[in-house]
């Protein structure tokens, strides 16, 4: 959950689509592979069963313990370090699998189970900066409660867990989180780097390293990566979607343009890809061409809000401060609660110097009693322009009020699991 990775979806909110489906999907070959993608999926090897009880985790842990202690081989080690994974064990866990590589470095799964272990070491852990970026987010109740927990760590699930207690509320934890995970990240590129010089043929692995470098705020690494993936299997369209999610975090829009017709192509109806090439054209000043196919897409599914989003900041980029202020009411009527499109609307309403309205938006997402003092707001004369395309992305709340991004999937912005190991 490295914040460059984070940031992608604030920052490319309207393509967040496949950001977070990437999430749900990874959730899915964690457990089965890549079998379905068209990709060699390895023999599986048997693991210790999940233990449904405390009591059933230290019985399989003590069947572990001796079977290590009877011969200890790589592969008991592996099984001892899951057994100590379901206890969460978590220091153990990554004693056990160190032992398992150092008797045998050459064996793959012992780097992937590796990986597993570093990502089960994710923890939470509040900075002053952290705290600066939530505070907009939060009442000051709220904002107390995180004040007092800066500065230590906590287990990901006791965070959770104690935010929940306080009453926070599913969204503000989600908006939260992607603040405060802490993980080690460059410990886990380490081993799926190993793991891809050990079978650079496996196509698999290579797509698991270039979807974490990208997870990582490292896409540059991971555009050959993808491009490799392509050389062999020329049509597969998730190394498509994340060459183009590569080449706009590197603003190379042109390459992200060719990624995203190419799947429109084998994907007409798909809004979605419609939406990113939105984007795209505003990101590259293609005003009329953001516009043309926005509507091409609203026609085609006229129930999405984030198209009414993009369309209206389109609009709002090129000075049709109307129109944007028109569509962006079409969103929320399909969203009334998106605070987001609230907040693109409130500082679009704050541009064009209307006091009241920018209020009213502001009271609709509770932020005027809880973070903003109404006295200190400084409206802009009205007809001030809109920042231009290399500052304003296509659905993307302006900075004046903070707010927390929300996907249209709904799925958790929380960080992609790595292969699970045999």
């Known amino acids: 959950m490295v914040k460059d990775f984070k940031n992608l979806l604030s920052k490319y909110p309207v393509i967040s689509w496949v950001v977070v489906g990437f999430v749900a999907f990874m959730l899915i070959i964690s457990t089965v592979g890549f079998g379905f993608m068209g990709f060699n999926s390895e023999e599986n090897i048997p693991m210790p069963e999940q233990a449904d009880n405390p009591d059933d985790a230290k019985a399989e842990l003590e069947r572990c313990l001796a079977a290590v202690a009877k011969e200890p081989s790589d592969f008991n080690y592996r099984q001892l370090t899951r057994a100590y994974m379901a206890t969460n064990e978590i220091d153990k866990a990554l004693d056990a699998i160190q032992t398992a590589v150092n008797k045998d470095p050459n064996d793959i799964s012992s780097y992937q189970l590796l990986c597993e272990v570093y990502d089960k070491q994710s923890w939470c852990e509040l900075t002053d900066k952290d705290i600066d970026n939530i505070k907009p987010l939060l009442s000051a109740d709220k904002l107390t409660v995180l004040t007092a927990m800066k500065n230590k760590k906590y287990p990901v699930e006791k965070f959770l867990e104690e935010l929940k207690k306080a009453g926070f509320k599913q969204e503000e934890i989600q908006s939260i989180t992607k603040y405060v995970i802490k993980t080690n990240d460059d410990k886990i590129l380490e081993a799926m780097n190993k793991i891809v010089l050990l079978d650079p043929n496996n196509l698999d692995n290579r797509f698991s390293l270039a979807s974490y470098l990208i997870q990582s705020g490292k896409s540059k690494e991971a555009i050959p990566e993808l491009q490799k ?12 979607q994340f060459l183009a999610i590569a080449y706009m975090n590197e603003n190379i829009y042109d390459k992200a343009e060719e990624e995203f017709n190419y799947m429109l192509k084998q994907q007409p109806d798909d809004v979605r890809i419609h939406s990113a090439l939105g984007e795209i054209y505003v990101k590259q000043k293609k005003y009329d061409d953001a516009v043309t196919i926005y509507e091409k897409a609203i026609s085609k599914d006229p129930n999405r809000p984030f198209l009414f989003a993009g369309l209206a900041t389109t609009y709002a980029v090129q000075g049709h401060n109307e129109k944007a202020v028109e569509t962006y009411k079409k969103a929320l009527l399909l969203d009334p609660n998106s605070m987001e499109l609230h907040s693109q609307l ?30 200190s707001i400084q409206i802009e004369p009205a007809g001030t322009k809109v920042p231009d395309a290399n500052q304003a992305d296509t659905g993307a709340p302006a900075q004046d009020v903070p707010v927390p991004t929300q996907s249209d999937t709904g799925v958790p912005t929380q960080t992609a699991p790595v292969p699970t190991a045999n």
């Open 346 to 375: 409130a500082n679009l309403y704050q541009k064009m110097g209307k006091h009241e309205e920018f209020m009213n938006e502001l009271k609709s997402m509770n932020l005027v009693q809880n973070v903003i003092d109404p006295n």
């Open 229 to 240: 993936i392509l050389e062999s299997n020329p049509t597969n369209l998730y190394a498509h």
